[in-house]
């Protein structure tokens, strides 16, 4: 569910009053599934919501007014997404029952937006859907640096972005860095075509990848070119102070001890730092010792620093991914 405000102050009598405006955007659903025939469910969340003025406008749906009621409609709105998402019908006696009660009420519906950390673009609910990806949203709030750890596809990476860019919107920190090892996993780098940026970006695209998703696409350009959001290969790290920042270390397994000790001696005050890798996927010579591997043994017992593990319960992509995974483990070659 993507969405943005605006206000506008107006002056009746000797009083001025601010009304804000929200939009969301609802893509990812067919409007007549929302809005009901003839605005029939719109007209029923009017009724709901008689302080502000509700409009719908082909993908997306605009409220005006005080501050504090659209961001209840905003929640009880994503209630409705929620349970359209999860039962594929959205009725009257639905909207009626999911707008009356309180979220306290609903305990499985409001374990599910509790877990949400981004509305992401084309109404892309961004949440933690695992237990150890809950583990993982927990210890990020909990602790100034956090290591997660497991295999392909467990969403180590995507909710660590995700958690950045909810604590940027949030104004938690005032900056995302996001970082990896420009390590070959089988190919030259030299030989690929291009300058320096046309190399290194391949590397990158998870990050850019995981960005488009919750960002839309002309905030994130904003965000790159004025410095919000600096993707860059681990090398670039050197040397700096990451103050009021979330910084993300994907691909850890491919850093050597001393590589991943000067990435984490760059936290700065205010600071929030997420490690993330796969040490069964290690892409560096065979001499070469892994600092994610090295790193559990020496920073495991100290306060403010947590290892979360994920394992092939919490892979979220195809179901033939964890029959891979389990195959390779089982493997003996």
Do not use: W
């Amino acid at each position: 569910m993507k969405n943005c405000s605006t206000f506008v102050l107006f002056k009746v009598s000797n009083y001025i009053y601010r009304m804000s405006e929200k939009i969301i955007s609802i893509e990812s659903h067919h409007p007549l599934d929302i809005f009901g025939a003839n605005d029939q469910n719109l007209d029923l969340m009017r009724q709901f919501f008689p302080k502000l003025k509700i409009f719908s406008r082909d993908n997306y749906v605009k409220a005006m007014g005080e501050e504090t009621e659209l961001l209840s409609f905003e929640g009880k709105f994503s209630l409705l997404l929620l349970h359209l998402e999860k039962f594929g019908k959205l009725t009257r006696n639905d909207i009626s029952s999911l707008l009356e009660a309180e979220v306290s009420q609903l305990p499985e519906t409001a374990g599910i937006l509790s877990d949400i950390l981004v509305h992401g673009k084309n109404g892309m609910l961004i949440r933690a859907r695992t237990v150890n990806q809950r583990k993982l949203v927990k210890s990020v709030d909990e602790n100034d640096l956090v290591f997660a750890i497991g295999p392909a596809g467990t969403g180590k990476t995507y909710t660590a972005v995700a958690l950045a860019v909810r604590a940027l919107k949030n104004k938690e920190i005032q900056r995302i860095i996001l970082t990896r090892p420009a390590v070959e996993a089988g190919e030259n780098l030299g030989f690929l075509p291009g300058d320096l940026k046309e190399k290194l970006d391949p590397y990158l695209q998870p990050l850019y990848d995981a960005l488009k998703d919750m960002l839309p696409p002309q905030k994130l350009l904003a965000y790159i070119e004025d410095g919000t959001i600096e993707i860059a290969p681990l090398a670039f790290m050197r040397g700096r102070t990451l103050n009021n920042a979330f910084a993300i270390l994907d691909e850890a397994q491919n850093t050597s001890p001393n590589q991943l000790k000067m990435f984490l001696t760059r936290m700065g005050t205010s600071a929030k730092f997420i490690v993330t890798g796969d040490i069964t996927q290690v892409d560096l010579p065979k001499h070469q010792i892994s600092g994610l591997i090295h790193v559990q043994t020496i920073l495991n017992d100290i306060p403010g620093i947590h290892f979360v593990y994920l394992d092939h319960n919490d892979i979220i992509r195809h179901k033939l991914v964890i029959k891979i995974i389990n195959a390779y483990g089982n493997s003996s070659q």
